[in-house]
Nanobody, 123 residues
Framework: QVQLVESGGGLVQAGDSLRLSCAAS????????MGWFRQAPGKEREFVSA????????FYADSVKGRFTISKDSAKSTVYLQMDSLKPEDTAVYFC????????????????WGQGTQVTVSS
């Protein structure tokens, strides 16, 4: 069992930055590859960013490439999502998730999910 807790969301203006955190706990937490998804009001949840299983490669959705950066602190079992140059269309609930197999961008690959943290970007 892996528990994931996100934090760091909030209300910001367009062009601002935010850093989300996802703290993982549980016996096998370190064996999972982590990713971030988001769900905007009235829309389906979509892929944002993720690590490869080796942890050395990263993946990004085209909509956030060049603006968002995923990183991790293995000693703290925490994954981060640095979000720069935020846009109103980035407004969503952001979820972190953990997977042991499958493609990074596919929700069905992920076994555990956090409760989500709200990010609101005003224009």
């Amino acid at each position: 069992q892996v528990q994931l807790v996100e934090s760091g969301g909030g209300l910001v203006q367009a062009g601002d930055s935010l850093r989300l955190s996802c703290a993982a706990s549980g016996r096998a937490a370190s064996t999972y590859a982590m990713g971030w998804f988001r769900q905007a009001p009235g829309k389906e949840r979509e892929f944002v960013s993720a690590f490869s299983f080796s942890g050395t490669n990263t993946f990004y959705a085209d909509s956030v490439k060049g603006r968002f950066t995923i990183s991790k602190d293995s000693a703290k079992s925490t994954v981060y999502l640095q979000m720069d140059s935020l846009k109103p269309e980035d407004t969503a609930v952001y979820f972190c998730a953990a997977r042991r197999s499958g493609g990074a961008a596919f929700q069905q690959s992920y076994d555990y999910w956090g409760q989500g943290t709200q990010v609101t970007v005003s224009s």
